[in-house]
């Protein structure tokens, strides 16, 4: 068994992992979530390890010669490589590893049958939804077996994987905040992916922040502003963003805050038309222009049951939103309500996501896991986050009418109004602040007043 393992010898590797089954905070069911089909994620493992290699090795007997002789062949390829996994899941695992050139590398590697038994999953899902059809006819969750057999051969294939890590580690380099681990291609398969090796604290684990003294808020911030050009700018959304996959630190050279990326293998790609159809639409929600709220939400399918879909959007109730979603905070009563409400409207979710373009499913599932962080860190969206959103939406606007116009004039005219729109958002800014900051001497000079100077 050993030599008809040792005949192949392709790079290969491990993963980190997130799989389950868990309901969306508005009590929907999301497409990715089955664990069954989940696919594996992760960071780190062997980067010299062929698929036989590996199946070869769990198969022989643990302290066996033979299992020596197979684990010694590691030790060939690695510096030093750490047994024990970083991380595991349903379709792979990690270990964190170094090579003979001194490089710490994370591998992920494939689990051996896990193609085969996706297949069997994914046909398992279609007959239970099926069967929930039958039962429940209100009920329409085909979607989540569509999504699944478009998403998960993406998923599987970790060159995939690779490219995605690079193409969005190109489109947002301009955030010095941002760490893309890199990708070593020559170490990389389909079912094995190596790259560089980023510690860090999860990003909601206010304990390890605050031992580093890293700001909460600013990592808040900072993950507003690299979602909001993801899907407003770009239209290339990772749609994964669970505490598991965005990593923060102090950068070792220079000190500064980093926000670390991992696990590109599921991502949406949005359509130009839905991506400035979403710009107005949270252009809308922003400004409190009901009008265009009901104009664009009806644009992206949501029909008739666009007030629910506009609070299942923002996470809000239908009383805040047409007061402003900027305006008014987010109170207990008013989550309480949601979730009540939530379950009150299951079939109207329901019927409303078999509505909706499919784009718009991991986006919910992607606002859901940042909401999730920002709950974890106690920075829910405030009025400053959503004028970053605007920012992002005027420039995305802007840049799809200077595209489609060969007139100077024109072109100046849209930068110009570009140029003001921005100033806009910057004059409601500054008065936010100086609200904030008057409010804050105001509640400080008050507390000066009533308590007694220490003794």
């Excluded at 389950?20 to 089955?34: A, T």
């Excluded at 699944?148 to 294939?157: G, R």
């Excluded at 291609?185 to 580093?212: A, H, I, P």
């Amino acid at each position: 068994m050993a030599r008809r393992a040792l005949k192949l010898a392709s790079w290969t590797s491990m993963a980190l992992a997130a799989s389950g089954v868990y309901l969306y905070s508005n009590k929907y069911l999301d497409l990715n979530d089955f664990g069954a089909v989940r696919v594996g994620r992760a960071v780190a493992t062997t980067a010299a390890i062929s698929y036989d290699y590996l199946t070869s090795l769990r198969s022989v007997p643990y302290g066996s010669e033979e299992y020596l002789q197979l684990r010694s062949k590691i030790h060939d390829l690695f510096m030093s490589f750490d047994d024990t996994p970083l991380g595991a899941a349903s379709l792979a695992q990690v270990h964190k590893a170094v090579l003979h050139d001194g490089r710490t590398v994370a591998v992920k590697v494939q689990h051996p049958k896990v193609q085969a038994q996706s297949s069997k999953d994914i046909l398992l899902m279609e007959v239970l939804v099926l069967a929930v059809k039958q039962l429940f006819p209100e009920f329409e969750f085909m979607w989540l077996v569509d999504e699944a057999k478009k998403n998960l051969p993406l998923e599987l294939d970790f060159l995939n994987e690779g490219r995605n890590a690079e193409k969005v580690a190109q489109m947002l380099k301009h955030f010095d905040f941002l760490k893309v681990p890199q990708i070593y291609w020559e170490l990389s398969t389909k079912r094995v992916l190596l790259m560089e090796f980023v510690d860090g604290g999860q990003v909601n684990d206010r304990d390890y922040m605050e031992r580093n003294k890293i700001d909460v808020n600013e990592i808040s911030r900072h993950l507003g502003k690299m979602y909001s050009e993801m899907i407003f700018v770009n239209g290339f959304v990772h749609c994964d963003p669970h505490p598991g996959n965005v990593l923060v630190r102090k950068c070792p050279g220079t000190g500064k805050v980093e926000i670390v990326l991992l696990d590109h293998g599921l991502y949406q790609v949005l359509t130009e038309e839905f991506r400035l159809d979403y710009c107005h639409l949270w252009q809308s929600l922003i400004w409190t222009d009901m009008k265009s709220v009901k104009k664009y939400s009806q644009r992206l399918g949501a029909g008739d049951l666009y007030p629910l879909f506009t609070c299942m959007l923002t996470a809000r109730s239908w009383d805040s939103v047409n007061r402003g979603i900027g305006q008014t905070p987010v109170t207990a009563t008013e989550d309480s309500e949601i979730r009540n409400n939530a379950a009150n409207y299951l079939p109207q979710i329901s019927h409303l996501l078999n509505l909706v373009p499919r784009q718009m499913l991991l986006i919910f599932k992607t606002n859901d896991l940042l909401r999730g962080i920002e709950a974890a860190l106690g920075t829910r969206a405030s009025a400053t986050s959503f004028l970053n959103m605007s920012r992002c939406c005027v420039k995305a606007l802007a840049a799809h009418k200077k595209k489609n116009t060969h007139s100077f004039f024109r072109r100046t005219q849209i930068s110009f109004s570009e140029a003001f729109n921005l100033w806009q958002i910057n004059l409601h800014e500054l008065v936010l602040r100086v609200k904030g900051l008057r409010l804050a001497s105001w509640v400080s000079a008050l507390l000066c007043w009533l308590l007694p100077a220490p003794h």
